[in-house]
């Protein structure tokens, strides 16, 4: 499972977002890097970057990419969101990092936890091998378990309140 997860779970979402935006094939690597980089903790091979400026190089990148397709539409979702005329730049950008980020981060969790599931019950494989109608549901039920999202943590960098709610540093 541990290799699934540092190996396939980044490869396989990365590449169908970036296929479904319009990103260059020749780009895609250095997307899925940055996006790594920027939202899963300090990555050794950018030891001269931080995660903010890994984020900010991918929105330059989408909004190149946006100017790109204003001049030569494609048959991507950057394109649909550039003809989008209620849509401005910055708003089209910021779509584009919205579904790269969410595309990305929370599917590759939930491949992730398909194959640990699979691998602490293999009657689960078993089932769908036998009764193949039932993979919408047993997919379904699969992401629910893994709850992605559930497992993002926020620490907060110093003392604060939010309502009446004391909330400590760390």
Known sequence: VTDIARTLGPRIPAATVCGILGVPLRSRERMIALTNHAFGGEDPDFAAMTPLEAHVEMLDFFGELAEQRAHDPR???????????????????????????????????????????????????????????????????????TSPAAHVLRVATSDTTIGDEQIREG
């Open 75 to 145: 048959e991507d979702l950057v394109t649909a969101l550039v003809r989008d005329e209620s849509l401005g730049h910055d708003e089209v950008v910021r779509n584009c990092d919205n579904v790269l980020i969410g595309g990305n981060e929370t599917t590759r969790h939930a491949l992730a936890g398909v194959f640990h599931a699979i691998a602490l019950d293999p009657t689960v494989l078993e089932h769908v091998r036998r009764d193949p109608e039932d993979i919408d549901a047993v997919v379904d039920e699969l992401v629910r378990w």
